[in-house]
């Protein structure tokens, strides 16, 4: 792909993305959902946050990322349920999975 490719494709992109973010303000008082409707979308929207997360922290490349990483992920999610300020969260999330590689744990 050369620059004017990739240019082109980025102008793509952002004018749909845009299209997408206006589309909801405009079309919200337009298109009425049902009570259902609306709790389905909610729980759809933070099954694929946790699908990513998953995928985030299991696999590295297309192979699976060790077990240092998801460690220190359940380690940061349970900080996190736990109401543990960011900061901490971040820090022993990182210091979980770097303790673990110090050690030799892949």
Do not use: Y
Request: glycine share 8%.
């Amino acid at each position: 792909m050369d620059g004017v490719e990739l240019l082109i494709a980025t102008a793509v992109l952002a004018v749909g993305t845009f299209a997408f973010r206006f589309a909801g303000p405009v079309l919200r008082s337009r298109v009425k959902l049902t009570p259902r409707a609306e709790r389905l979308m909610a729980l759809a929207a933070v099954v694929l946050l946790a699908a990513l997360v998953a995928v985030s922290a299991l696999t590295e490349g297309h192979g699976f990322a060790g077990i240092a990483r998801p460690a220190g992920v359940l380690v940061a999610g349970v900080l996190a349920w736990r109401k543990a300020p960011f900061a901490l969260v971040v820090v022993a999330a990182a210091a979980t999975a770097a303790l673990l590689r110090l050690a030799g744990v892949p």
